[in-house]
């Protein structure tokens, strides 16, 4: 690999324009008083500070004491902006903010850059839990957010390919085609929706940004198949370059290149599954004739570092998951140059998905900048964690070293929680969760909780954090407000803009009040187990379809961030109430709206359900529909919920007991329909070996099989549960 010394890249810049009036109010202990543009004057008398100002930008405020700002566009305007801040004081430091947040007429509008880690959770990173479980050093990171505002309530989905749907479409992942997220490019589309946008479609589409995408795709898609064969009536995980029914000339159908992006650099599954091959643009970038069967497990030196195979596929003979993210950054660089030298009148938006720091763990001997990273800490996840560092710091540097810092938004996310505890990380004191309870998988705050900071240099505050609930779902609206475009109908559905928080932490009022997260079975079309925050509440339910029970478990987050004192039994009222709510968000609404709303795609035309129920094929051409009417037009999932339908609650336990041999499935699950997935694999956690399902009955002995059952039966596997795979297998005997 080779290239200069890489920095991280800033996001979007929100273009000034001076002209219509504005004002603030100021309060310092004495009193108010109204602030108009103009020449920036300032009167402090004890108490009371004034600052008038004609069509221009307000100047610092020289005050000791706590000040109290509001700033509305025009008199009695929206407000933009207000600040509880002790300048040069003890309390939180908000930094100056323009009057017009939103770019109109010939202003150029900021560009952005959001970077998705992979697998990365809250307790992994120093700047969450007072550097108390993160012992790794990430000075890039920090800096991110010492010059940017970090969210320490933030969330995704659980699992991967479903909160990469949540992103770019800023809605949950049933609101796609798929209730868990689309993973594979086995079907016949990707995860959207004909009805759906992507972020970077609406940017590209009303406000010309020139879009991209480098890195981990994972939001589904269609192989272009051969005349005569058929996508879904072929699935060959083992073949997917070379098997005859493929053909490998054309693109990759509903990739990123037909969901918003312009230009593309990525691979379908990241660097845990096949294809081992990068697609630009769509296109396969290597030769078919030369593609190769990577055995699973297989472990080898390339020219960049130890690389390894978790899955048996087709790939580049040249594939090495040690320098995936190395490449991601040379090739992010590339857009940069291409763009500023033939569109830089236009703003971009860079999507950067790292493979930091999913499975396998191989780091890279050293970095582009010559860093060694490969044993640097205990354990190659932790090396992984310092070399995703690496990455945000060139990618960011990228922006600075182009004068690019003012006019871009930097974002930086991750997927889901962090990995499970029983790693090589944790036995050296290193833990991914911090004080959370759960990982990756779980709808425990471990599970979904996950590390957010949005850097706009002169426009954000700097260094300031900020504790309410959000979510990645967010991200969509609040780039539609700072870029002044309008957000699409079936988009951003889930999506609650944060402009106004960032600027201030009093500014909530917009903010979402609950948030839902799912642990759906993906082979048995089942959920696992839900949850929902409101607040400072949050209510968890686990499903019991061999028992036919539901239980649910409340907790206080702000006292009990671990999720340890189930409360549920002490609050039968609160529980029910957000059951409701989850009912009411998930994918198995039950109640339609009494009331007319609009119809967002048909100008502002309001209806009632009764406009669904008239004409059914109505839901298709409008998403509102489904939210509104699901007792109409959400008949999605229809063996879900059909399932869905629990008809006890206790509350007495806050796990849910592994279901004894006596007990007998229910009509809810039928033994008919439980069969093995055989080309389903997962890793045995000591040896690193891959299995199949029959790995389970090899043993006659059926104590050993039992142990085998309670330790692996309940894991994850590439976000499959493997007793939903091994469905037979992990029965109980």
């Known amino acids: 690999m080779k290239g200069s010394i890489f920095k991280l890249i800033a996001l979007v810049c929100l273009a000034v324009t001076g002209g219509g009036a504005s004002s603030f109010t100021t309060t310092s202990d004495?009193?108010?008083?109204?602030?108009?543009?103009?020449?920036?004057?300032?009167?402090?008398?004890?108490?009371?500070?004034?600052?008038?100002?004609?069509?221009?930008?307000?100047?610092?405020?020289?005050?000791?004491?706590?000040?109290?700002?509001?700033?509305?566009?025009?008199?009695?305007?929206?407000?933009?902006?207000?600040?509880?801040?002790?300048?040069g004081g003890k309390k939180e430091q908000s930094s100056s903010f323009n009057l017009d947040g939103i770019p109109h007429g010939d202003k150029k509008r900021p560009n952005i850059l959001i970077i998705l880690a992979d697998d990365v959770g809250t307790g992994d990173l120093p700047v969450y839990y007072n550097d108390s479980t993160a012992l790794v050093d990430m000075p890039n990171i920090q800096r991110l957010a010492g010059m940017g505002v970090t969210f320490l309530d933030a969330h995704a989905s659980p699992l991967c390919a479903p909160s990469r749907y949540m992103l770019l479409s800023g809605n949950y992942p049933h609101r796609g085609r798929q209730t868990e997220g689309t993973w594979g490019i086995f079907g016949n589309h990707n995860q959207f929706r004909e009805n759906q946008k992507s972020i970077a479609e609406a940017l590209q589409e009303q406000a010309n940004y020139t879009t991209a995408m480098f890195g981990k795709w994972h939001v589904g898609g269609k192989i272009p198949v051969t005349q005569g064969w058929s996508n879904t009536d072929m699935r060959n995980e083992t073949h997917m370059l070379t098997h005859k029914g493929y053909d490998w000339s054309q693109p990759l159908i509903e990739g990123p290149q037909d969901t918003g992006f312009a230009s593309s650099f990525i691979t379908p599954n990241g660097i845990q599954k096949s294809p081992y091959a990068f697609f630009r643009d769509g296109y396969l970038t290597m030769n078919v004739s030369e593609a190769r069967t990577w055995p699973r497990g297989m472990k080898y030196t390339g020219q960049y570092g130890k690389s390894e195979i978790k899955k048996k596929g087709e790939g580049d003979p040249n594939w090495e998951s040690s320098a995936y993210n190395m490449i991601i950054v040379n090739e992010t660089e590339a857009f940069l140059d291409n763009h500023l030298a033939s569109e830089s009148d236009d703003p971009f938006f860079a999507y950067v998905a790292l493979g930091a720091v999913h499975l396998p763990h191989t780091p890279p001997d050293y970095y582009i900048d010559g860093t060694p990273i490969a044993g640097k800490y205990h354990s190659p996840h932790m090396d992984m964690l310092f070399e995703m560092d690496k990455a945000v710091g060139s990618l960011v540097t990228m922006v600075e070293d182009r004068g690019l810092a003012e006019d871009t938004i930097i974002i930086f996310a991750s997927d889901n929680g962090g990995v499970k505890p029983a790693n090589d990380s944790s036995e050296h004191g290193h833990d991914s969760h911090g004080p959370l309870r759960g990982y990756k998988g779980s709808v425990y705050e471990g599970g979904h909780r996950v590390p957010l900071i949005f850097r706009w240099d002169g426009n954000f505050p700097a260094g300031e954090t900020r504790s309410k609930l959000v979510s990645i779902t967010d991200i969509y609206k609040t780039l539609c407000q700072i870029t002044d475009i309008k957000k699409p109908a079936g988009s951003a559905v889930d999506s609650h803009g944060l402009t106004e928080y960032i600027y201030s932490r009093n500014n909530t009022s917009s903010l979402k009040r609950n948030f839902g997260a799912w642990d759906f079975v993906?082979?048995?079309?089942?959920?696992?187990?839900?949850?929902?925050?409101?607040?400072?509440?949050?209510?968890?339910?686990?499903?019991?379809?061999?028992?036919?029970?539901?239980?649910?478990?409340?907790?206080?987050?702000?006292?009990?961030?671990?999720?340890?004192?189930?409360?549920?039994?002490?609050?039968?009222?609160?529980?029910?109430?957000?059951?409701?709510?989850?009912?009411?968000?998930?994918?198995?609404?039950?109640?339609?709206?009494?009331?007319?709303?609009?119809?967002?795609?048909?100008?502002?035309?309001r209806v009632t359900c009764q406009y669904f129920r008239d004409d059914i094929s109505r839901c298709n051409l409008f998403f509102v529909g489904e939210i509104n009417c699901p007792t109409i037009c959400q008949s999605r999932f229809p063996a879900l919920c059909k399932a869905f339908t629990p008809t006890v609650d206790t509350t007495a336990s806050p796990i849910i007991a592994a279901p004894t041999k006596s007990k007998a499935p229910t009509p809810m699950s039928p033994i008919s329909s439980c069969v093995d997935d055989d080309a389903f694999t997962f890793t045995l956690p000591l040896s690193g070996e891959m299995r199949h399902c029959d790995w389970f009955k090899m043993n006659k002995n059926a104590g050993t099989t039992e142990k085998r059952q309670d330790k692996l039966c309940g894991e994850m596997e590439d976000g499959i549960t493997i007793s939903s795979a091994c469905c037979a297998a992990c029965r109980p005997l």
């Open 522 to 605: 993906r082979k048995d079309f089942r959920i696992n187990a839900e949850s929902i925050q409101s607040d400072n509440l949050k209510l968890v339910v686990h499903y019991d379809y061999e028992t036919n029970t539901r239980k649910t478990e409340l907790y206080d987050l702000d006292k009990d961030i671990g999720e340890t004192n189930n409360i549920a039994s002490q609050n039968v009222k609160m529980r029910k109430k957000l059951l409701r709510r989850l009912r009411k968000i998930g994918p198995c609404p039950k109640k339609d709206v009494n009331k007319s709303f609009e119809l967002a795609e048909a100008a502002g035309q």
């Open 30 to 87: 004495g009193g108010a008083t109204e602030v108009f543009a103009g020449d920036s004057t300032s009167q402090q008398d004890g108490g009371a500070v004034t600052i008038a100002a004609r069509s221009g930008a307000i100047s610092s405020i020289g005050v000791d004491d706590s000040v109290s700002i509001q700033l509305r566009a025009g008199t009695g305007g929206t407000l933009l902006g207000s600040t509880d801040s002790a300048i």
